[in-house]
């Protein structure tokens, strides 16, 4: 994102936000009269986000939360007028080969982003990530489990930057240890923010597992679980945080 600077982080959902995304176009029909229709925002613009399919929260009005398409969605607006407007959408009947595609819209005619078939590179899995006119724009590489290890770590790699490492690798005691040292404490306001968005109920992790990732020194995305996340840099391509998603949440 050359030359667009990071907006001040007031709190994850933050009026940066709600002023980038006045520019974004209208989705959403079915809502009630007195309500404003959700607007879809532009992917360069998606600072902090998550994979839901909540629309309208519930509130002291909406005694149950609206849901529409399962989708990547950012905070908008405040109050009982707030909603969680699309940024990218999964397709909308995926067939094996749409498995790894996100699109602008709702329809699925504006190809967004695709993620190809992994390729072994030096024990690595490596997927190639592609814009809409096919142009590799960075990759996302899944490292397995060493024996002492549990899960597999992820790396993101996006050209002329170095490569991007979560704290499951370099925080020696996880994200926990992390935290506690003090690295952590906007984190800890991003656990409980991004709790309120996403799905209700069985829906909710048991359990969150925070992330800082890093690009060198650079601080560059915070994630919670496996499907929110706050952008930090204003050179992260967004495109490719939703394909680690993507690879992640299937």
């Known amino acids: 994102m050359p030359g667009r600077q990071r907006p001040q982080l007031l709190g994850l959902w933050s009026d940066p936000i709600l002023k980038v995304t006045r520019r974004g176009t209208v989705f959403g029909k079915n809502r009630h009269v007195d309500e404003p229709p959700i607007p879809v925002v532009p992917w360069t613009d998606a600072w902090e986000f998550a994979i839901t399919d909540e629309e309208r929260p519930a509130t002291g009005q909406r005694k149950r939360a609206a849901l529409g398409l399962r989708a990547f969605r950012v905070p908008y607006g405040s109050g009982v007028q707030r909603v969680n407007a699309p940024c ?62 549990v899960k597999p770590t992820w790396r993101i790699a996006q050209p002329g930057h170095p490569e991007i490492v979560s704290s499951a690798e370099w925080a020696k005691g996880g994200p926990k240890e992390m935290v506690q040292r003090g690295a952590g404490k906007l984190l800890l306001g991003v656990v409980q923010a991004v709790a309120d968005m996403g799905a209700e109920g069985g829906d909710q992790p048991a359990k969150s597992r925070v992330l800082e990732w890093k690009a060198g020194d650079e601080v560059v ?27 992640r949440t299937g």
Do not use: M, N
């Open 88 to 149: 990218a959408f999964f397709p909308s009947q995926a067939s094996a080969a749409e498995d790894r595609r996100l699109y602008e819209d709702a329809e699925g005619s504006r190809l967004l982003c695709s993620v190809d078939e992994p390729q072994d590179v030096e024990g690595r899995r490596h997927h190639e990530v592609r814009d809409v006119r096919g142009q590799v724009i960075g990759t996302i590489q899944r490292i397995a489990p060493l024996k002492h290890a």
């Open 221 to 247: 995305l915070a994630s919670e679980g496996d499907a929110r996340f706050l952008v930090r840099a204003a050179w992260l391509d967004r495109r490719l945080v939703f394909a680690y998603a993507l690879l």
